[in-house]
């Protein structure tokens, strides 16, 4: 019992300096990254994909079953948005309200 108790204050006490020495750390980081236009280094063992979609649908439940349903798509380049069932967003992307 009273080597769990002693191994319990030891983590605690760990717990907390590594709590400390976290903020310290995250602290100083905000201080130098604090600009905008900072640039924040990326580790070299990061790695990633661009991901870029030509439709995004959303959807929402409703108890009634007539679901909302919007798709977001970028248009091909001879399409003309009639602005009654596909109409124009931003940023070149077009949108339209699906059955439900």
Excluded at 21 to 40: C, F, G, N, P
Excluded at 43 to 72: A, M, N
Excluded at 79 to 89: A, R, S
């Amino acid at each position: 019992m009273f080597s769990s108790y002693v191994k319990d204050l030891i983590l605690r006490k760990a717990e907390d300096y590594h709590s400390k020495v976290l903020v310290k750390e995250k602290e100083e980081l905000d201080r130098k990254y604090s600009s905008e236009s900072a640039v924040i280094p990326k580790p070299d063992y990061w790695g990633g994909y661009l991901v870029k979609p030509d439709t995004v649908e959303f959807w929402c439940g409703r108890s009634d079953r007539l679901h909302d349903r919007i798709q977001f798509r970028r248009p091909s380049p001879t399409e003309v948005p009639d602005e009654k069932l596909t109409h124009t967003g931003e940023d070149g992307w077009v949108y339209e309200y699906l059955s439900p």
